[in-house]
């Protein structure tokens, strides 16, 4: 089993920035899939950002070219970067983790979340 849990969250004016993280509980980031998802009240769950264990990213249109996606593994650390943050952008913040190399499938485990606000 591996527990997740993420921290960074906070709230911050249009245009600022937040730097999300997410502790593993053991060493699994360098081998396999993660990434980062939000839920806004009333909305469904969406991917924000993934990387796989060869170190691919992808992320979804609203956060290409604000967000990024990194890990370090001597940290068993996943984290997300923020950048131009927009209202639109305020959500609980997930972190989850698989069990195989490559983001072609669901995620074995999640953090708790973490708030972010973004104010106008």
């Known amino acids: 089993q591996v527990q997740l849990v993420e921290s960074g969250g906070g709230s911050v004016q249009a245009g600022g920035s937040l730097r999300l993280s997410c502790e593993a509980s053991?060493?699994?980031?360098?081998?396999?899939?993660a990434g980062w998802f939000r839920q806004a009240p009333g909305k469904e769950r969406e991917e924000v950002a993934l990387?796989?264990?060869?170190?691919?990213?992808g992320y979804a249109a609203s956060a290409k070219g604000r967000f990024t996606i990194s890990r370090d593994n001597a940290k068993n650390t996943l984290y997300l970067q923020m950048n131009s943050l927009k209202p639109e952008d305020t959500a609980m913040y997930y972190c989850a983790a698989a069990t195989r190399t490559y983001c072609t499938g669901g995620f074995d485990y999640w953090g708790q979340g973490t708030q972010v606000t973004v104010s106008s």
């Open positions: 990387i796989d264990g060869s170190g691919n990213t």
């Open positions: 053991r060493y699994i980031y360098s081998r396999y899939c």
